[in-house]
Nanobody
């Protein structure tokens, strides 16, 4: 019932910053908890950060202090501000939505983030 489109990925040098955006459509955004996941080459997809409909956040230990997840319900958008990027942050980043009532998962197509000199 919800479609997710990520944007904002790209190539950045170590220590640089990027802001990812995930635009949701097709449903009532406030009914979903949102998250960002990433999948690096040869690795399993992992949770980066998530945010509830009420704004409570959770981060992977590897990104605490560097990444910030936020949401703007009026714009149906969730963001991931990524600072102090490291080469190990290189991955495809996916937006995830979980409907609070049904627990059903929805995924975006992903956006590539590459951190390299």
């Amino acid at each position: 019932q919800v479609q997710l489109v990520e944007s904002g990925g790209g190539l950045v040098h170590p220590g640089g910053s990027l802001r990812l955006s995930c635009a949701a459509s097709g449903s009532i955004f406030s009914l979903y908890n949102m998250g960002w996941y990433r999948q690096a080459p040869g690795k399993q997809r992992e949770l980066v950060a998530d945010i509830t409909s009420g704004g409570s956040t959770n981060y992977a230990d590897s990104v605490k202090g560097r990444f910030t997840i936020s949401r703007d319900n009026a714009k149906n958008t969730v963001y991931l501000q990524m600072n102090s990027l490291k080469p190990e942050d290189t991955a495809v980043y996916y937006c995830n939505a979980v409907r609070i009532i049904s627990r059903r998962d929805y995924w975006g197509q992903g956006t590539q983030v590459t951190v390299s000199s």
